[in-house]
């Protein structure tokens, strides 16, 4: 026993041993993990639509989506959904805060992973550069996505920083906007070389010179909002670039670009790859979760039921020509199981056929007295649907579509944009050829419905850009550039007084909780 | 003729163990009768004394000293510090005392050699006597409570050497004086004093000393007399549990006994959940807030493995000088449980059994079909545009369905329990099988367990070396509940059928083929479906064994050496069937079925060397050094599919399921291993002068591997003294105190109760990447890591008193200050650098202060009755003092609720932890009623202004409750009335508010569609409310203080020749609530940041009726 106690005293080991898990030292050993270490920047690039995402960041506070609030209750979701919508969002707001986590953790995941391919020697150096290229572009799309929601971000471009260190933005938020702006330029400029010219399958979905082109395309577009130097040469320089390359083409159908397989479409210059088993995800609330009805699934068939949470502003989809092919991206009307004529019935409140109706007023009895329905109050099955991407009733809970990022038709409007920019607001022929490019596959003719010189404005042309791309996260960049957002006037009320402000976020509060160096954006 | 040998056979074992006990504690004590012979009378004794002015007490003893006389004298009765003076020289002993008496008014008679000492009663009264009193020779039976004779007890005659024990079976025999009060005392039992008078056969019934002072407390690593603990130790032994059913934990034995010790049954009648307990506030932030729990010595021991019935008694640490020993696991208390063993000598054979059957103890009331059915047709033809907007939706289905009794099931449990006991002197055995089978009060929910437990103790060598061995296996089969269910049950409409029965509805019906009468919607599962449509069943087997060798090299002088094996293996089996709600709806899983494994192993060895020993008589030391070692090792393995050809192979072919092959799957098969060891040396010194002046100091050293590589070892010390004063010379003649001692003490304890690795950099599976046209597989990240994670601490301070008043009542107070430091706990830090929100780091502290009371007493005890009252209460204060460092700033926590989205709350933070403010803080804005068009109105911050909730903002809200109760309570009466005995247990938690979520979410008319509280119908405010939504304001935060009626249970004693002890009883628990609360129970959780709200996924309260029956051959 003596012995046995002796020897008991002597244990005193407490190195860990990790079972399930990499500890970093033993992680690296080969190409195939230095991918896999890689895998992870990609697969944080899903977030881009979790937590609400660019869905209520950068459709829902327009003048196409809304977040409804039913009338049983449903999805008032704490008011956050009213509060964007109506542009009275604060720094507390709900799903802010997600936004700005999901983008730096974009940029936190590039500057891990740079700063470790550094640190192996035995790496291909080829491998290495174009690695870090690619790496370094996925970070300035994290900044470009910071850049547009909050403007004023600290900028953080290395993963070995001090024990302690907290980054701060600019103490001036137009001098602190221009820098990031400034950085994600350059990042481009200097990787634009050591980055894959290819487009084929091995480069989908991947950051490759083309998809640091466009990127560059958006950020000059809205140079003059975030600058106040315009750069419309620079944005036709690179459009055109991407334009002329031929590598891309408008896909003949529309709706192409968002069925299952859109990864085979043409005119995709960067979309987000989703798999139905593999990548999990939010692609499927996207595509229909969030906005049908609970009682949807058989009329659209998809695997499941919807959520009954988001629904278009009328006025939207009032807008569209009746020939418009993309007026089909919305559901609206009498709901019916798909190839019969049996209407299903929305029975959480009131065991009444399904309707979407455009306008949100009562299906029973009209509007009572005193009773307003709008987004705030809104029955079960006020509002169309969107429904531009395509539901596969085989992918379970999940989804396989791509979320496009980037595409051909994107680029040729924002090129046309640039020259009539340029050209004082005036259309000029060229400009005209670009739009009806678009414009004539919407209309399955392309003698038909076309735009010529004197009815191309920017006023129409933002028009297009709805009609053309709207429930794909564009539109809230779009309203600021042409100075309607923050002065938004539209279906239910006026927004124009609420300031400038709004065309940007707040800084979250929780953020600047955890960080005293972060100076909050000017109105908040 | 049977009968005969069993019940001698029984007698027999019996007096084997009483005789070994006689043995060890009695005999050597005990002086035989001198006799009688050559006894001088004082006056033939002569003396010389030289007193003056001292004390009565200082003349007796000097005449002890010079004579063989011995004073006999009531200390109640008879002043000793009265001063006499005595200066004589030679003089006869009768003659001092007649000069002593006319100075103090005494009276003296001299019975043999002994010298009673009597207040003087008349003048007339001789003062100095001589009683040559004939010897007389007094037999009987000394018996217990329920009429067992007790051995062993000893038989003295005060101020004498004479006395005796009794023997095996109870009977004494003794030659005394006539005329002399004989004292009857036995450890554990009330000291009884009888005059004898002429009597020669005098019986005596012991009865139990509820507050006795030699009793042995359990401490960490050791036992102590309960005079001699210097820190908070509150112990219950099995004559103290609850004498009804115990249904959910063994912890529910401590419900409402301890001060301090708060335990909630938060899972309602759940039998697969267990109790929660809270020692003494919350004093964690994320690490571990739940006691340690030591079984028989082996900490972190599962109290699964331990049937309650085969407890002998628990003692919980309260205070940091009593848990450092246990330094790591600590910071919450500790809870020691001891269980039973043989003893040598006795064969004793028990069986209890009882039955207990279920029932809502509060069923919420929600409207009825006929009531539904009579407001839709009212509001449909009301003038109230509103209300026929209300009622358009409502639809009657013309059934009348109760869907609180559907769901439940009026099962009856039952357990048994069989347990043996006894032994040889060299070999002692405890077995026990115990079944317990729980039919919980919803359909399908239910337990049952299966244990068997083995204690062998055998001694060698003089009893020099000591093997102990326990083994105890148990085998459990659960069926939890899923909260959903209650959801829909307070929700469905009520005219709805439960079965797809009714043709006329088909219209109405989504899925036409199934069983259950299912509608379309959001969340509206039959609830009858989510009972009978899911298979959900959980086995598990856990075995705790435990060896131990001890050896006493020297006296006093003992290693040992024990080590320990716990092996918790269970299976979860889940099954959804492919008719099922979900499945059409929501998955289209056409059948889900996953099974999931786990195995937790626990290997501990602990060496200890313990030496006791004295000095001069007067100093006695004890001293421990020990060292712990205690790896655990987590496997886990799970396996999911989907999509089956039909529901019968459920999870017993899970290759048969489509979805995998289909590939979309996400990940149907996993498994993961991780470990952590504790490794612990400890030493002790106990010391103590004349039991008066206590001391006890400890240090633990310990690590664990969860800290980072330059932490992982903490100290964890303790010091407390205590100071008997009831043993000082000024106290001795007290008549008010039976005993009384100060205490206080000082102590460090840790918490470890985090997730393994925190501190390394690891990479874990995340995610895929599209690579070259496949799919790669990612690793990422699994955290921020944090090599600076170091132990959270607790210091505490305790200050005691423990006093026994009157021989029967007795009074613990103890007063606490805890502060916890380097909280653990999930900080946000900023994004970037962090690639998380959030790291686990050690910052801020929180604060709790209390003071709890404890009173147990006999208040009466008569020849046929007795009422033994406990009471005890607790006050407790917490603070949140920071949540910063110099790395990390924070000034408060806002936190949701769990599923608030279910509310139409998501992301909205109910709870709020501020630095300076107290834990629990409701905060919310203050409900302002209503405006004159009905809308729902909150106060701006200034409280100038009502704002619609759509206008207001987080400045607004404020503290509109607390959810943590400030103090708990417990009042248990035991009433013995000759073969009967009642107790009667309440125990409360006082100042404390509740967040009624069920409430707030129906409370709206609008929700009729399906179903609301009928309470609603009786508020006008909300009635002729426009407002459509559930705003979070204080109108839902309600009072939650409360009183239940615990326990309540009358049993008899049915007393039987050959049996010695057969009772049966009737009992019931939580039979009422007293509470203003308006919900079902104000009953919930106490742990942790986020406590006391009422929703959904609670199972419901119940009721218990039971009988049982206890037997002991």
Redesign the interface.
């Known amino acids: 026993m003596l012995i046995s106690l002796t020897v008991s005293f002597s244990c005193t080991d407490l190195t860990e041993e990790v079972y399930s898990e990499f500890s970093s030292d033993k992680f690296y050993q080969n190409e195939e993990q230095v991918v896999a270490a890689m895998a992870p920047a990609y697969a944080s690039l899903l977030r881009l639509i979790d937590g609400r995402g660019i869905l209520i960041h950068e459709e829902q506070t327009t003048d196409i989506l809304v977040g409804v609030t039913r009338e049983y209750g449903g999805w008032y979701d704490g008011g956050h959904s009213q509060k964007f919508h109506e542009h009275t969002w604060t720094s507390e707001t709900g799903y802010i805060n997600n936004f700005w986590v999901h983008a730096y953790d974009w940029v936190n995941q590039a500057n891990r992973l740079i700063f470790q391919f550094d640190q192996l020697p035995d790496m291909d150096e080829d491998l290495k550069a174009a690695f870090k290229a690619e790496l370094s572009i996925l970070r300035a799309f994290g900044y470009y996505n910071l850049l547009n929601s909050f403007g004023n971000v600290p900028i953080v471009d290395r993963f070995d920083v001090e024990p302690g260190f907290i980054p701060a933005n600019n103490p001036n938020f137009d001098a602190g906007r221009m820098e990031v702006f400034n950085f994600i330029e350059k990042e481009i400029q200097d990787n634009i070389s050591n980055l894959n010219p290819e487009v084929n399958s091995a480069t989908y979905g991947r950051f490759n010179k083309w998809v640091a082109l466009a990127l560059g395309v958006k950020l000059y577009m809205n140079a003059e909002v975030w600058t106040g130097t315009s750069r419309w040469d620079d944005a036709i320089a690179l459009a055109d670039e991407i334009i002329d390359s031929g590598l891309f083409h408008l896909e003949a159908d529309y709706f192409a670009n968002f069925s299952v397989t859109n990864e085979n479409s043409k005119e995709n210059i960067f979309a987000i790859p989703f798999d139905q088993a593999l990548t999990g995800g939010n692609m499927s609330n996207w595509v229909y979760v969030m906005h049908h009805h609970f009682s949807s699934q058989p009329t659209v068939g998809a695997p499941r039921g919807g959520n009954n949470g988001t629904a278009a502003v009328p006025t939207h989809v009032r807008s569209f020509d009746i020939n418009d092919v993309r007026l089909k991206g919305w559901n609206f009307g009498p709901q019916y199981v798909l190839g019969t004529n049996t209407q299903v019935n929305q029975s959480f409140v009131r065991t009444i056929p399904l309707n979407f109706t455009i306008d949100y007023s009562d299906p029973l009895s009209g509007a009572e007295e005193g009773i307003i329905y709008d987004y705030r109050n809104a029955p079960e099955g006020a509002g169309a649907r969107p429904a531009k991407f395509e539901i596969n009733y085989a992918a379970g809970t999940q989804a396989a579509n791509d979320l496009p990022v980037y595409r051909l038709a994107d680029i040729l409007l924002l090129k046309a944009e640039a020259l009539l920019r340029k050209n004082g607001g005036v259309a000029t022929q060229e400009a005209v050829d670009l739009v009806n490019q678009v414009r004539s596959r919407a209309f399955g003719d392309p003698n038909t419905h076309l735009l010529t010189v004197s009815s191309l404005t920017l006023e129409s042309l933002l028009q297009e850009r709805a009609w053309e791309l709207y429930y794909e996260g564009h539109r809230r960049n779009d309203l600021i550039r042409f100075g309607k957002f923050a002065q938004g006037d539209w279906e239910w009320y006026d927004r124009s007084g609420h300031g400038n402000h709004r065309n940007y976020f707040p800084i979250p509060q929780v953020q600047i909780n955890t960080n005293p160096n972060l100076i909050q954006n000017p109105g908040y | 003729m049977e009968k005969k040998l069993l019940r001698q056979l029984i007698m027999l074992s019996k007096r084997l163990m009483y005789a070994f006990l006689i043995q060890l504690f009695m005999c050597t004590v005990l002086f035989a009768n001198t006799g009688n012979a050559q006894r001088k009378t004082i006056e033939e004794v002569k003396v010389t004394l030289n007193l003056e002015g001292k004390t009565l007490l200082q003349f007796f003893r000097q005449v002890e000293a010079k004579t063989d006389f011995k004073f006999t004298y009531n200390d109640d009765l008879v002043d000793l510090g009265q001063k006499v003076t005595v200066e004589e020289k030679n003089r006869s002993l009768y003659q001092v005392l007649e000069a002593v008496s006319r100075q103090v008014d005494l009276h003296f008679v001299q019975v043999n050699e002994n010298i009673h000492v009597k207040s003087v009663i008349g003048r007339a009264e001789q003062a100095v006597e001589i009683a040559q009193l004939a010897d007389i020779t007094v037999s009987g039976t000394v018996t217990d409570n329920n009429g067992e004779p007790i051995p062993g007890v000893t038989i003295s005659l005060p101020g004498t050497t004479i006395g005796t024990a009794t023997g095996l079976d109870g009977k004494y025999t003794l030659t005394v004086p006539e005329g002399s009060t004989l004292v009857f005392s036995f450890i554990g039992y009330e000291t009884q004093s009888i005059t004898v008078g002429d009597r020669s056969v005098i019986d005596v019934v012991l009865n139990e000393d509820m507050a006795s002072l030699d009793e042995v407390v359990v401490v960490g690593y050791g036992t102590q007399k309960v005079r001699e603990v210097t820190s908070s130790i509150a112990h219950l032994d099995e004559s103290d549990f609850p004498q009804g059913a115990v249904y959910q934990s063994p912890l529910q034995l401590l419900s409402g006994r301890i001060a301090g010790l708060a335990v909630s049954r938060a899972n309602g009648g759940d039998p697969t959940a267990g109790v929660e307990i809270q020692l003494r506030g919350v004093s964690s932030i994320r690490g571990s807030n739940s006691p340690l729990v030591v079984v028989d010595g082996v900490p972190g021991g599962s109290l699964n493995a331990i049937p309650p019935e085969s407890i002998e008694s628990i003692s919980v640490l309260r205070d940091g000088s009593a848990a450092a020993i246990y330094g790591t696991r600590a910071n919450a208390g500790v809870i020691i449980i001891t269980t039973k063993q043989g003893v040598p000598g006795s064969r004793e054979i028990t069986y209890s059994t009882y039955l207990y059957t279920e029932r809502y103890a509060n069923k919420p009331k929600m409207v009825s079909a006929a009531k539904y059915r009579s407001l839709k047709n009212e509001w449909m033809n009301s003038d109230d545009?509103?209300l026929?907007?209300i009622a358009?939706?409502m639809?009657d289905y013309g059934h009348d369905t109760d869907w609180f009794d559907v769901i439940t099931q009026k099962g009856i449990s039952q357990v048994h329990n069989l347990s043996m006991s006894g032994g040889s002197e060299n070999t002692r055995y405890f077995g026990s099988f115990n079944f317990r089978d729980q039919k919980g009060l919803i359909k399908q929910t239910g337990k049952s367990e299966l244990n068997g437990k083995l204690s062998l103790i055998h001694t060698e060598f003089d009893g020099k070396l000591k093997l102990n061995l326990n083994l105890s296996n148990t085998f459990i089969t659960a069926n939890p509940f899923d909260g959903n269910i209650m959801e829909q049950v307070y929700k469905r409409n009520p005219t709805m059928p439960v079965y797809n029965t009714d043709p006329s509805l088909n219209?109405?019906l989504?899925n036409p083929n199934g069983q259950f009468f299912e509608?379309?919607?959001?969340r509206?599962p039959n609830p009858m479906g989510l009972i009978e449509q899911f298979d959900r069943e959980n086995r598990s087997a856990v075995f705790l064994g435990s060896g131990k060798?001890s050896?006493e090299f020297i006296p006093g002088l003992v290693?040992s050496?024990m080590g320990a094996y716990e092996r918790l293996n269970a299976t979860n089996n889940f099954y959804e069937s492919k008719d099922s709600w979900a499945s059409w709806?929501?998955?289209?899983?056409g059948g889900s079925a996953s099974k999931t494994s786990s195995l937790v192993e626990s290997r501990t060895?602990e060496?200890t060397?313990n030496y006791d020993f004295q000095l001069n008589g007067d100093h006695n030391f004890s001293a421990l050094v020990g060292?712990s070692?205690q790896e655990q090792v987590d496997e886990g393995f799970s396996a999911a599919n989907?999509t089956f050809l039909s529901d019968l192979f459920k999870t017993n072919n899970l290759g048969a399921g489509l979805?995998i092959s289909?590939?979309?799957?996400?990940t149907p098969v996993s498994?993961?291993?991780?470990?952590?060891?504790l490794?612990a040396?400890f030493t002790r010194v106990n010391y103590n002068f004349q039991e008066k002046y206590l001391f006890s100091a400890s240090l633990r050293r310990e690590?664990?591997?969860r800290f980072g590589a330059d932490n992982?070892w903490g100290n964890f010390p303790a010091v407390s003294a205590g100071w008997r004063i009831s043993g000082e010379e000024f106290m001795s003649d007290s008549r008010v105190f039976t005993d009384l001692k100060l205490r206080v003490g000082y102590g460090v304890t840790g918490n470890q109760g985090i997730p393994?690795?925190l501190s390394?950099?690891?990479?874990?599976r995340?995610?895929?990447?599209?690579?070259?046209?496949d799919?790669?597989?990612?690793?990422?990240?699994?955290s921020n890591p944090n090599p600076n994670l170091r132990w959270e601490k607790k210091s505490e301070t305790n200050f005691g008193i423990d006093v026994v008043f009157f021989k029967n009542i007795s009074l613990t107070i103890d007063l606490y200050d805890r502060t916890t430091k380097d909280l653990l706990f999930e900080?946000?830090?900023?994004?970037?650098?962090?690639?998380f929100?959030r790291t686990w780091a050690n910052v801020g502290s929180i604060n709790n202060r209390g003071i709890e009371f404890s009173v147990n007493a006999t208040a009466i005890s008569k020849d046929n009755f007795t009422w033994y009252p406990s009471f005890n209460i607790s006050f407790n204060s917490n603070k949140l003092v920071s949540l910063s460092n110099?790395?990390?700033?924070?000034?408060d926590l806002r936190l949701a609720l769990p599923n608030a989205?279910v509310f139409?709350?998501?992301?909205?933070t109910i709870y709020r932890v501020e630095e300076g403010k107290p834990i629990g803080n409701i905060y919310t804005w203050e409900h302002a009623g209503f405006s004159d068009?009905g809308q729902w109105l909150v106060w701006n911050a200034t409280n100038t202004e009502r704002i619609l909730?759509?206008e207001a903002?987080?400045e607004d809200r404020r503290v509109t409750g607390n959810g943590v109760p400030k103090s708990w309570f417990g009042l248990n009466n035991t009433f013995v009335y000759k073969e009967f005995d009642l107790q009667v247990s309440l125990r409360g938690a006082l100042c404390f508010e509740l967040l009624n979520m069920i409430h707030l979410h129906r409370a709206?008319l609008?929700?009729l569609?399906a179903n609301i509280p009928v309470r609603t119908l009786d508020e006008p405010a909300l009635l002729n409310s426009?407002s459509?939504?559930?705003y979070l304001d204080s109108y839902w935060v309600e009072k939650g203080d409360y009183v239940k009626l615990d326990n309540i249970s009358l049993g008899y004693t049915i007393p039987i020749k050959g049996v010695s002890n057969l009772r049966v009883y009737i009992s019931g628990q939580n039979l009422l609530t007293i509470t203003k609360y308006k919900g079902e129970d104000p009953e919930h959780s106490i742990v942790g940041l986020i406590p006391s709200h009422d929703d959904y996924w609670n199972y419901p309260k119940t009721k218990t009726y039971s009988a049982g029956l206890n037997v002991k051959f």
Not at chain 2, 585 to 589: L, M, R
Not at chain 2, 828 to 834: G, H, I, S
Not at chain 2, 904 to 908: I, K, T, V, Y
């Open positions: 545009a509103y026929r907007e358009a939706p639809v219209s109405y989504y509608i379309g919607g959001y509206a060798v050896f290693g050496v709806n929501e998955t289209q899983a060895l060496s060397l060292y070692f989907r979805q289909r590939g979309s799957f996400v498994s993961s291993k991780s470990s952590n060891r490794i040396g690590g664990s591997t992982k393994n690795y390394l950099s690891r990479l874990n995340s995610g895929f990447m599209l690579y070259q046209g799919w790669i597989p990612g690793y990422s990240p699994s900080y946000r830090v900023p994004v970037p650098p962090n690639i929100e110099d790395l990390y700033e924070q000034s989205g139409g709350l998501s992301d909205e068009q909730p759509t903002n987080y709206r609008n929700m569609p426009t459509l939504q559930n």
